[in-house]
Each structure stands twice: as C-alpha cells, then as structure tokens.
C-alpha cells in the first residue's frame, strides 16, 4: 500500500471537487449573512446541510437502477430537512420564532440537491438569491414600519418582554 493509497483525497468519486466546492461555497454565503446578522444556521451549518444534500444525491445517482430514483432520494432529504428545520422553531407566548431560519434550511437543502445534479452556476446564483431576500426583506421592513405590524408587534414585544425578565 503506498502513499498515495492512503490518502483519502484520491478516491472522491462519484464526487466531483467542483461539486463538493459549489455545495460548501453556496451553503457558506448563506451562512455567512445569517451568522453576521447573529441569527441561528451560521457558516458551518449551512455549509454542512448544503454538502450533505449534495453528497446524498449524488451518492443515490450511483446505486440507481430500475428500482431507484434521485426523486426518492431527494424527497427524503426534504422531509429529513423537515424536522431539522423544525427544531429550529420555537413557539412562546402565543409568538413563533425561527420560521425564516427554517426555511433557510429548507432553501439550503435545495441548493445542495441542485449541486448535486451538477448544475453549479445555478447553486451559487440560488445561494445569492437567497441572501438578497433575507437582507431585501429586512431593508423593506425597516423602511415601510406597514411591513412590521402583526407578527412584527407581537415579536417585539415578546423580546422585550423576554429581555427584562433576564430569560436566557
């Protein structure tokens, strides 16, 4: 056994590095606005969930046969990303928190099932979709106070509620 055996790096395939790349890169500019914003699902995690989705798809288009498909695999990747995203949710006082980092997640999931089809412009372009609805949302939020009545009031009032009482 030489050198070269030993090393895992040799033997990726069916992984492409292009692949594993545009999944990590994509999961990570997604990552990175929600970890700079001190919210939930930062770097890491998104980077994870994208290159996990990736790996699973592309790891399901070897075994196919005549009794497997990718459309299979990826909806239970969906509903797995499901209850992932679940747990990021959180319901107090009557106020549910969590929800836009749940569907970030479902949203990162995607991106690493569209990686894993091969189509990496549309990942990385999906990724920078993505950040410009989470930071667009905001900018219009915090323009037009008509955008933050409902849930908004309810939300704010909640944490400061939450932020005098001293709760973690």
Not at 136 to 148: A, K
């Amino acid at each position: 056994m030489s050198l070269s055996d030993i090393l895992v790096f040799e033997h990726m395939a069916p992984f492409t590095w292009k692949g594993i790349a545009t999944a990590i890169a994509s999961g990570a500019i997604v990552g990175l606005e929600r970890q700079i914003r001190g919210k939930p699902v930062g770097i890491r995690t998104s980077a994870l969930i994208t290159l996990g989705t990736y790996v699973f798809l592309v790891s399901a288009k070897l075994v196919m046969n005549d009794h497997t498909d990718a459309s299979r695999i990826i909806g239970q990747v969906i509903t797995g990303i499901g209850f992932l995203g679940a747990g990021v949710m959180l319901a107090k006082d009557g106020v549910v928190v969590g929800v836009t980092s749940a569907a970030t997640i479902w949203m990162l999931a995607a991106i690493g099932v569209v990686a894993g089809l091969g189509l990496y412009p549309t990942a990385f372009a999906l990724a920078l979709i993505v950040v410009v609805v989470l930071v667009g949302v905001d900018l219009l939020e915090e323009s037009f106070q008509s955008l933050t009545r409902g849930v908004h009031q309810k939300y704010d009032g909640w944490r400061k509620r939450r932020a005098d009482s001293n709760e973690p």
